[in-house]
């Protein structure tokens, strides 16, 4: 214990008996015994809340090497979510513009064909105007 021999221990003992005497030796072997508890309680105490501070750092060091993982693959996710709204919303801008190019051309088909109903009304105006001329030249004759 300690380091010591007991030899060592012996002239301890024997010092002890001589300055403390046979009287109070117990009581004095007594209050030794609780200070070494002590001390060794001590000892106990301060090497387990080393190992839980150990531990404690080693489960931080695996918790953040789970976070970094997570903020990775999350990373990953947003970075295939921005790329796949990239692509939706050039679909929807070709979508839009063959929308567009549809209206324009059935509008343009619109305009042309009420450009031959406006057209064909005049066109008959005219073949009218001239049976009445005609008529009118037949009649003068």
Excluded: C, W
């Amino acid at each position: 214990m300690f380091g010591m021999s007991l030899g060592e221990i012996l002239v301890i003992a024997i010092i002890a008996i001589l300055f403390i005497g046979p009287d109070k030796l117990p009581e004095a072997m007594v209050k030794v015994a609780k200070f070494f508890r002590g001390i060794k309680k001590s000892i106990h105490e301060t090497k387990e809340t080393i190992e839980k501070e150990i531990h404690l750092s080693e489960l931080k060091e695996e918790a953040l090497s789970y976070k970094k993982d997570l903020e990775d693959v999350v990373h990953e996710y947003k970075v295939e979510i921005d790329d796949d709204l990239n692509i939706a919303d050039d679909l929807r801008s070709e979508v839009t513009d063959i929308k567009n190019s549809i209206n324009d051309i059935s509008f343009d088909k619109l305009e042309e064909d009420e450009l031959a109903q406006i057209e064909k009304p005049k066109k008959k105006k005219k073949k009218q105007k001239k049976k009445k001329k005609a008529k009118k030249g037949d009649e003068d004759v």
